[in-house]
């Protein structure tokens, strides 16, 4: 087993829980995953438990778990990798891998959360670092303008398909059930485009009326984080042409659109589609 310690940073807060996990994998060389804030404290208790580090890693280039790989890389004199790389770091590709003493940390673009997202999967360990996709608690934040619901369903499915053993989060605990976990964050996603379309089907119109419908029990400070996540899923349902947007003197009401039907045999159609599938393949077929 590759030697995994967790640091936590002093960043505490409504979508960073205790604060920041900053991961150390490996043992002379280590690589540190996300060292979190600029905070020297922090740092330097990183560098005393990772002694020497060879490269840095970055999830995503959000301000709770980026901006202290400038001065880690001064400190170590390691190289930072991102997806979207700070200036002086190097780009990381989907695939990439980097060696660690006895195993080798495969990059996985994981897009959702943030364009530029990257869960970084420790094998043979079967251990999936997941950044913000996935928390040790909670469920991960989709928000605009930068998150996208679609994507970030792919994402959770890619995770799954690598059959981790364990998820170690950007925040809050380990979790030792990874799978298990993933099923949850995909179950939780589906339920909740449910609640989005019930409301619509009871006259909610927008993401803030549908707040207390859905979210009543959650305390008030999280109630504009709860709009843009019905936001989140309206753009998805929007995209699948299951629901319809109209804008009227600068408000924008939400509504479920009519079923479609398939223009040749009747039909009904999912989304947008002129034609069901047996119809555009019937289609195809002829004019070929
Ligand atoms: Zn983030
Ligand atoms: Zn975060």
Redesign the pocket.
């Known amino acids: 087993m590759t030697r995994i310690v967790r640091i936590l940073a002093p960043n505490p807060g409504i979508?960073e829980l205790e604060g920041t996990n900053t991961w150390i994998v490996g043992d002379r060389p280590a690589v540190v995953i996300d060292p979190g804030p600029d905070d020297e404290r922090h740092l330097r208790e990183v560098v005393r438990e990772a002694g020497r580090v060879s490269a840095i890693l970055l999830t995503?280039d959000?301000p709770?778990?980026a901006p202290g790989a400038r001065t880690l890389g001064a400190m170590t004199g390691a190289t930072v990798l991102a997806a979207r790389p700070p200036e002086g770091a190097e780009r990381l590709r989907d695939g990439q891998e980097i060696a660690v003493r006895g195993g080798t940390i495969r990059c996985v673009a994981t897009p959702g959360?943030?364009a530029d997202h990257m869960a970084f999967f420790l094998q043979p360990d079967a251990s999936l670092f997941t950044?913000?996709a996935v928390l040790g608690r909670g469920t991960s934040v989709i928000d605009l303008p930068e998150g996208d619901l679609v994507a970030y369903l792919r994402s959770l499915r890619r995770m799954r398909e690598l059959e981790p053993r364990t998820i170690h989060p950007?925040h809050g605990p380990l979790v030792l059930d990874a799978v298990g976990k993933l099923d949850e964050y995909l179950d939780h996603r589906a339920r909740r485009e449910e609640q989005v379309l019930a409301a619509l089907g009871e006259g909610s119109a927008t993401p803030e009326e549908m707040v207390p419908a859905i979210y009543g029990d959650y305390p008030p400070e999280v109630r504009d984080l709860a709009a843009r996540s019905i936001l989140a899923h309206l753009l998805k349902l929007e995209a699948e042409g299951r629901v319809e947007k109209h804008t009227r003197g600068g408000e924008t009401r939400w509504s479920v659109s009519d079923p479609r039907t398939c223009a040749r045999c009747g039909r009904p159609v999912r989304g947008r589609a002129r034609l069901c599938g047996p119809c555009s393949l019937a289609a195809l077929q002829e004019s070929d």
Do not use: E, T, Y
């Open positions: 979508r995503h959000h709770d778990h959360h943030s950044g913000d950007g």
